[in-house]
């Protein structure tokens, strides 16, 4: 079956649940397209601001937007144990009270000049698998101030990934209490980093790192500040 959702107007939820859930299309059989258009808002408090389902396809031009108390992992795109696309315009915004946008598996991201991802208090991009991202707007991965434990790369994908940024990634602060944290621009496991007229930045730790490693055995073409 196909589904396809067209957004300008505001999808929202203010006490829990995700303003949009596909999770349950599990299988890949489903095509999936989700398109929050410019003007449009995509709003949870207490969840994830949408879980779009294996294989979906979000293109967003408007706002993805999740909220809630401190010390919980509501996030603005969480793929949960599945995987799709994310294409996020000149004028969109993804921000999670976590991570902008997460997978337990593989993340493809596409994000545009103009555009912005932030996780507010976790990573902008986050894989706990392998991924690819393409940046030509702004990701920012941050510490809220607030929370226990903050990790707050603006790229952190722990399996295979290839970062390509001709934008600007940020890691800008993190924090642990019962783990040690470090920030970073970007985090791999192992993968390639490509960038040109680009910029990765951080506050206090590392700029890149591939396996844990400042000095990556990465590619760096063309890259410059």
């Keep these: ?37 410019a003007g449009g808002e995509l709003r949870s408090f207490g969840q994830d601001a949408i879980r779009p389902g294996q294989g979906a396809v979000v293109t967003n031009a408007g706002l993805i937007y999740s909220d809630g108390p401190a010390n919980n992992n509501y996030d603005g795109v969480d793929w949960q144990g599945k995987s799709g696309k994310v294409i996020n315009q000149a004028s969109g915004v993804i921000s999670g009270l976590r991570h902008g946008i997460t997978s337990d598996v593989n993340v493809d991201v596409t994000n545009a000049a103009g555009a912005t991802i932030i996780g507010r208090n976790g990573s902008g991009v986050g894989s706990d698998g392998g991924g690819t991202v393409v940046n030509n707007g702004t990701i920012v991965g941050r510490w809220d101030g607030v929370a226990t434990n903050g990790d707050g790369d603006g790229v952190d994908i722990d399996l295979i990934g290839t970062v390509r940024n001709f934008g600007t990634i940020r890691g800008i602060s993190a924090t642990g209490v019962t783990q040690v944290i470090i920030c970073g ?27 844990g490693n400042p000095n990556p055995k990465a590619m760096f073409i063309d890259y410059g500040w």
């Design 1 to 37: 079956g196909t589904i396809t959702l067209n957004n300008t107007g505001i999808i929202k939820t203010t006490n829990g649940g995700q303003a949009i859930d596909f999770d349950a299309a599990a299988s890949g059989g489903a095509t999936i397209v989700i398109n929050n258009l």
């Design 185 to 211: 621009g970007i985090d791999l496991s192992s993968g390639a980093i490509v960038g040109a007229t680009a910029m990765i930045a951080m506050s206090f730790a590392q700029v890149a790192t591939v396996n």
